[in-house]
Structures are given as structure tokens and as C-alpha cells.
């Protein structure tokens, strides 16, 4: 099956999405026969990915079409029920691969909410007016402010560990912690109780912000809408644009967009994604959006090309002209592309394939692109002619910019050259205000090797030859170390460490064996646990 990540208000089936002025309302209302795949009904307000991909969409487009609002309200359509989180059915009965790649969208999803209140002045607030467990409570932890309906039953919980053998993972135990201050030994008290807590005790342990009784809950929830939306800086008069469809071909052969192409080449188990450049107006969102559709639809529909082979094409001084405009505009519009295309690449420093960039004349390797090229495991630079024209006076060049120098940080709060370069200064290479040749980028480490045009087939032929002969698991975890250095964040404690070892138990007989909590969740048969502790 080929997932696609397209959505649209007219089309949801899980989602209401409703804009009154300065707020607006995003209503859980999931259909319990619409999972994406068969064999499940979604019910209590469960989701899958299906749900999540609405989600996703509604977030963009209440950035992008909706400047107007400074709040939006997160809440139920359901009575007595706020969300039971994800599907145990679907989990159960999913491979492995679309398990981790679903919770790491969701982890992206909820990222990119706080993102909007932090960089957008587009505050999230829960409204939880029912039971609210697992990922439903996730849901609400990545909101800004969490009420809570005091009626002698819906309460909050993270039973994931008692009930089901696995971890809250879509940022629970993070948020919990380090978000919301919750004392360590409450977090652990908190996160072995299957019942959850409610009530005034949920309030002193800061797991939501305030109980409130029903009668005065709509009340209480939309006047604390307008009191977040008065301290936004949110444009009160702006227009916003819509996100209309992409222009996209699919086969067997590969994805093409407008501005990015990507060829598989099944044999070697890789995909060649090349970007192109343009002086049109619109490239910066454009291009944005196809790499993140891009990179959603491999990671989901191409678990088997482990290595993304990145290439660029076109006028490096047109990138130059569009970068300039970008991080120049303090519109609300250029605030919001620049964290869009901050959010994509953060998407692909946390995907789990081999990132390779291929540097060859031709390329526009500069400044926001060369961020894909920094954000890859390795980068090859060509120093030479052309392959197919020896004869050329063309050369390969790469340029630092201001982009790559605060613009678009890593989760780890760093930018990729102080991830690379971790414990250096790299202010020194700010200096470097022209295009770099492969010889000086090699010597100055901007590039991984620098191969001239003799050795250069056979030395790329020879890493990614070498790259599919060597085990993806052990890819994966290599990979993920070595793109987070230094400090750790909440982004980098959910994707980093809490994604890593929800992976790993996801593999454990606990929870996912025939005896296994997973499958005997609801069968009325307790699971039969491996005590030993490894």
C-alpha cells in the first residue's frame, strides 16, 4: 500500500477544523471505520496514521492560510472521551518499520505545534473534556496550556508501561519532565498507574494546569483562548495564503516535483533526490513543501532504499537571491517559511537512512542547500571537470552564507556546523564570503573527501556499494549518534533516546511477542513477561 500524505479540510474524516477570528477549534471526531489500513475500528478517539496526517495538515494550514489566529483549541467531539491515544489494534498488528516510522511522525507532528506557539505567536491549548490516555494525553502535553473537565471521571494517564509493556512514545515521559516539571518521582509514580489521576490531585502534580466543572468549562476554555491570544504577536490583519496540491508524478521509477526529483535505483537500494533551483518567487515555500512530502512518502512507502543519495542542480546565485529575500523578510509569511524549511530539515536529521550529499559542478550548493549537504552522514565533492564533459572549465563550489550560521538550528539547538565541528569555533568560517573549490573544502573539512575526475565513479560506486553491504540496524543506530552531538533538548531526548528504546521494546517479546502485552491487551489474558532485566 502507498500512503499518501495529501489531506484537505473538505476531506477529513477525523478532524473538524473550525476558525472563529483570533481562535480557532481543532475537534477530534475520529471515525472509527476510516483506519488507513483494515482489520481495526478506531475507537474512543483512537487514531493511526491516518488521524495523525490530518492532524498534520491542519497545523500547516492554520500557519499558512490563517495568520489571523493566535489560538488554537485542541479538543473532543466525543462525549466523555478525549483520546485513548494510538490504536492498540493497529500497533499489534503492524510490521515493525511502520510502528516506529508512525510514532515518529506523531513526535514531528507534536513538535511542530510547539514549534507554532514558540516561533509563531499560534498558542496550543488542550481542552480535554473526557478520558484522556496515552498518546491522547501526548496530544495534550505538547499544547501550551491543558484544562482539564472536573466531573468525577475523566482523568489523565500515560498506561503504556503498566498495560501495554511499552513506553509513552510520543514524548510523554520527556514532556512530563522536562516541560512540564514534574517531580521525577511522581513522573514514575504517575507513569506505572494504569488509572491515571484526575481532579484537583492532577493540578498540584502539574499534570494539567487547571480542573474546571462542566457547566463553566466552555466558559473557562475560551476565556483562556483570548488571554493567550492578547499576549500573541500574531498579524490581526494579514491574509493568508492556501497551501493548494503539489504538482507531483509518481511510479515505479521514482517521485517528481516541480523542483525536486527523486530516482530510485533499486539495486543498490537507493533513491538520487535532486534539487533544483529557480528565480520564481514562490520557490522557497514550493521547494519546502516537496521535500517534505518527499521524505514522508520514502520514509513510509520505501523502507527498503536505505541510502539517499542528495544532489543539487541550477544557478548557485539564484539560491543566493531567494536565501537573501527569505531571511530578510519579517513579514509573517517569511517568519513562517523560514521555520518550515527549519522543521523539513529537522525531518531529515532524525529519518533513518544513509544521507549522502554528491557535490559536482552544476550544483547550487550554497548557503540554505548547502544545510542539506551538512545535514547528510557524508559529502562528496568532485575536483575536476564534469564526468561527461572533460574538456569543460566547469568546477564544483560550495558557499557559507548567514543560513548556515543560526537560521535553521538542529534539535539539539546547534546549527550543523557546530554539530560538525562540536567544540570548535566556528565563527572563523563565517569569513568565507565566496565560493570554496573541493580542494580548499576538503582541507578546511567542510566536505567528507574531495575525489578528482579519474577516481570519482569509482569511489562513489565503491561508499555506496559499501553503504547497502552493511547492516541497516546497525546504520540506524550509528547514524543517530553521530548526527546528535553535544547538549541534550527535549527534541533530542524524545528522537534520540525515548524513539531509540521505544524501537528496541517495540522488538521484545514483553511487548510485542505471542504472550506479549501488546496482543493480549483487551483479550482478557495477562501477559506472560521475560523478568530478566538486559
Known sequence: ??????????????WRMRVEGELAWLVLDVDESAGIVPGYELKLNSYDLGVDIELYDA????????????????TSGKDRVFCAGANIRMLAASSHEWKVNFCKFT??????????????????????????????YELALACDHIVLVDDNSSAVALPEVPLLGVLPGTGGLTRLVDKRRVRKDRADVFATRSDGMR????????????????????????????????????????????????RREVDEDGIRYRYVKAAYERDLGLVKITVHASEDENWPLTVTRELDDLILRLRTNETELGTWVFTTAGDPD???????????????LGNEIRHYYKRVLKRLDVTSRSLIALIEPGSCFVGMLLELAFACDRQYMLDGPPIDDEDSDERAAIQLTPANFGPFPMGNGLTRLQSRFYGEDVGRLSELDKPVDAVEAADLGLVTEA???????????????????????ALTG????????GPETLETKIFARLTAWQNWIFNRPNAAGPDGALRRYGTGQKPVFDRKRV
Not at 120 to 129: D, E, K, P, R
Not at 478 to 485: I, K, P, Y
Request: proline residues 5%.
Open 107 to 136: 513526535n514531528e507532528t507534536r513538535n511542530g505545534m510547539e514549534d507554532a506557539t514558540e516561533h509563531s505567536g499560534q498558542t496550543y491549548l488542550a481542552a480535554v473534556n473526557g478520558s484522556c490516555a496515552g498518546g491522547g
Open 59 to 74: 497545523t500547516q494550514r492554520l500557519r499558512f492560510e490563517h495568520p489571523e489566529v493566535r489560538t488554537v483549541i485542541v
Open 451 to 473: 575525489f578528482d575526475d579519474i577516481d570519482w565513479t569509482d569511489e562513489i560506486r565503491i561508499v555506496l556499494e559499501g553503504r547497502a553491504s552493511l547492516s541497516p540496524d
Open 199 to 246: 481532579g484537583r490531585p492532577a493540578v498540584q502534580w502539574g499534570l494539567v494546569d487547571e480542573v474546571v466543572p462542566p457547566r463553566r468549562f466552555d466558559e473557562v476554555v475560551r476565556e483562556r483562548a483570548l488571554e493567550a491570544a492578547e499576549r500573541s504577536t500574531r498579524p490581526k490583519d494579514a491574509k493568508g495564503i492556501e497551501l493548494t496540491p503539489l
Open 478 to 485: 550509528m547514524e543517530a549518534n553521530h548526527r546528535f552531538v
Open 318 to 332: 539564484a539560491v543566493l537571491a531567494q536565501e537573501h529575500r527569505l531571511l530578510n523578510d519579517d513579514s509573517w
Open 1 to 14: 500500500m502507498q500512503v499518501s500524505f495529501d489531506a484537505h479540510p473538505d476531506t477529513y474524516r477525523h
